[in-house]
């Protein structure tokens, strides 16, 4: 069943909604080569980056060595790994051999990312076959809004560009939304991931907390941060999430749990689960009413699916969100107290506000928005022994003008994500309707679906079977002075 | 009898100094914001009564030994 | 076994001359005594002296009589729990026992911490025989100073009750020196097992972070907190240890690391043993007393000369370690006091007021920085522990100070030997090494790698084996009548 005002893609633009999944398969049956597939990601980029802001930096020689070679291998019978010729982009606050990593900062000290060359997700990608592309915009540090008096990009949501992408991982989210990328890693510590997914309308999954190793990556927050994929579908991530989760020594966060084939389990059927829905209502100064309207229509098609969807309550909605906070500022503050003591004006307004005002926090502030995530962490675990899974909106509104974002200070509340990042529970973030009309102004809207810690697998099977009977997730944006359809077969 | 606003202000001021921090005049009103903020989220933690004998996950006791 | 005294400069009307765990309980099987007899005597003297040494908050005769019954009935029966069947221990009163409340020493009295159920601690003394004496007092909330205003008994230094006993374990301290209980329990977060162990003269240990569960104690420093044997010989904490240990699913920092015969090894041979000792800020420190630090090198020469090495080395930070340790424990500790302070400020003591309140003036991101300095010095003393098996430092940079001279602003700026310790979770002893030329206790610290009591043990028990220190018994007798 598919959900009503479904457009069906643009014909001939088959590569702006390919997934990796399809790119497999295709580049495997020699519909498609990795060289190929790169030059059309590149050239999207190339018609559109100006005004969206995806990239910071392009790996264009090195990338097409890296298509080339897997090429050869797929030419001589040999299978370069599951994400074989699949470009992917890097947000900027991970580092990579190529380029420089500079979290979209004038501050970040260049020599650090050269210091540490691949972080493990990315050598993890690499060692799965995967062509990384560049590093991609995210707001400074991962946190906080553009500011358009610094020199970097301001990113732009396609859907609509007078549109923020949403953060921190705009690149990541407007990349993939736009088909210059398939897929590329975002980090969330507050919803970072999952954000710019609602907003792009792409899925986006934090997985449980040290379940990816997070080392190499600028920190945000110590106790929250998660680097995790964003591509167009649920399988698209468990495909990278195979690459990507397992334990590493490097990162002293990481859970030395055993990981398993997150795609195994994507089988499209529902049938005797049980999903709590909790629809925030009130949650948000504003909400925007084709959120429930979608939600409704959600609720039928995994009705639909096989699962008993019930209602259910949050608890300590507020002071979870509250710790999260407290959390977040107060650790990156600990990280960048000396540069903003001695470079204040360098970094951007809405960075050095956000977490300069950690200094309204006590130490015993701290500690008790940590005993809060504990009692947190056992309320939620008592809420999973009645379902298995847990669906809300991931934001109550489609997203912000750019030209209306100062700190945003009020505006955190409409989005939906931070709760997850202070109990540690995998969420993902996947598109499930259109506020206005797709393609003429109107933004995405997502839904998340968070599991019980470490049950990725079963978070990936409700999203895919959602979208095996949806079409939201293969939208695209009208991709603005776009080539001709350039696929060979 | 200062206002809440001056009151934020002072203790803004306050800390903003024994943080060694030097921000620009455009900054002012989202630090109070922000400041103001944080101390109502500070309360809401500290209103949850479940926690009052609950053991917080320091998540750096788990690099010692 | 009987011991002659002998006090420096006076001679002891001692009321018992079974002064250990080890030797009461050898009394015990040869039947030279009952457990009802010590408890009877120990029970009598505590009542005696508590108005001049305040050593309990409450003394649990009914409870240690019943203990101490059942503890003779079981050896007349042949049943044998081991080496604490019998013994009369001292609680600190923020630990809970069954049926007996728990007040932290404080007028804040929270009924959550009654009585109902033994902390796993206790419960594991309790099913090992033992007998409680009482709930020995301690620095209300384990932290800050008496203020007598508030009624509970002010503990004293049975050595010269002027000075301050230190704390916060003040009276297992004092119990532990005057007789009032062959041992017991105390906790450390910066210091406070091992500070009543220094000035009052006998052996504390603080154990490795987790090493004993803390469920059932009231908090101080989440992230610090440690229960210790207190008891006079490193022998008698090996004995209690051996029956607090172990991992319990109530305490969610509880290490789940096996527990070894703390006793196996103490044959007294220090063979082969590499002692480190950090001369900055512990050995060379201008607020550090001369007989202090002479105190510990002699005692590390006597070690050297039963066969143990010992090299100067350096810990940079020390000084940086213990405002860490400082900083962290205010954090976590108002946290947990902080609505009981907005309601109630003036029900805390008024020394106790003003150093929770410590927690309010760091940033949350000081508190943040100070986790991330910690890791530092963790790594960094770990490095250390790969060439040595051992620290040696002194236990604090004083002898006992006089009561009325101390005030909580002074303490903060003085140095301080024993939080760097909290912030790694190591396990480190202190046992005495002497007396000063005023006669107060002298002491050591012996710091050993994660979960080596077992060496530390060693290494003090070896060193009690060629010295009485810890067997010295402060003249307390004369308190009595002066009391009476």
Redesign the interface.
Known sequence: MTAPDVVAPEEGALSSALTIADAQTALRDGTLTATELLREAYATADAVDETLGIYLSRFDETAQAAAAAIDAAFAAGEDPGPLAGIPLGIKDIISTTEGETTAQSLVLDRAWGAGVGDAVVVSRLRAAGAVITGKLTTMEYATGVPDPAKPFPIPRNPWNTDYWTGGSSSGTGNGVAAGAILGGLGTDTGGSIRIPSAFCGITGLKATFGRVPKSGCVPLGYSLDNIGPMARSARDCAIMLNALAGYDASDACAVEVPTEDYLAGLDGDLSGLTIGLDRLLGKAPTRDPAVDAALDAVVDVLTGLGATVVDVELPLWQELNAATRITSRSEAFAYHAPDLRSRWGDYFSATRTGVGAAIAFTGADYVQAQRVRRVGQKAVASLFETVDLIITPTSSVAGWKIDELDSMADRFGAMHTGYWNALGNPALALPMGFSGQPRAGGLPLSLQIIGRPFTESLVLRAGDAYQRVTDWHVLTPAAADRPAAAVAS | MHSIEEEFGNQLDLALESNGLTPLPEDRAALLKAFSTGREQAALVFSVAEARYEEPDLIFSASLS | MTTELATPGEESAATSTILTIADAGEALRSGTTTSVELTTAMLEKATALNPALGAYVEITSDLALEQAAAADAAFAAGSDAGPLQGIPLAIKDIIKVAGVPTTANSRILDP?WGGDADAPVVARLRAAGSVFIGKSTTSEFALGMPDADKGFPVPHNPWDVTRTPAGSSSGTGVATAAGLAFGGLGTDTGGSVRGPATVNGHSGLKV???RVPKAGVV?LG??LDSIGPMARSAYDCALLLQVMAGYDAA???A?DVPVPSYTAGLDGSVDGIKIGLPIPYFFDHDQLDPEVRDGVLSAVQALVGLGATSTEMELAHADKAQHANA??L??????YH??NMVERWTTYGKYTRPGLVR???????????A??F??LW?EQVAKALETYDVLITPSAPTTAQVAADMNPSQRLLQPSYTGQWNL???PAICIPTGFSSEGLPLSMQIIGK??AEATVLKIADAYQRITDHHLQVPPVDALITTAA
């Open positions: 959550a490795t972070f987790g908090p989440y992230s305490d969610p920092n290490a900083l962290i205010v954090g976590e500790a108002y946290a902080r609505n927690g309010m003036f760091y940033t949350a991101a000081d508190y943040v920085q986790n991330r910690r890791v963790c790694s979770g190591l994660p979960f």
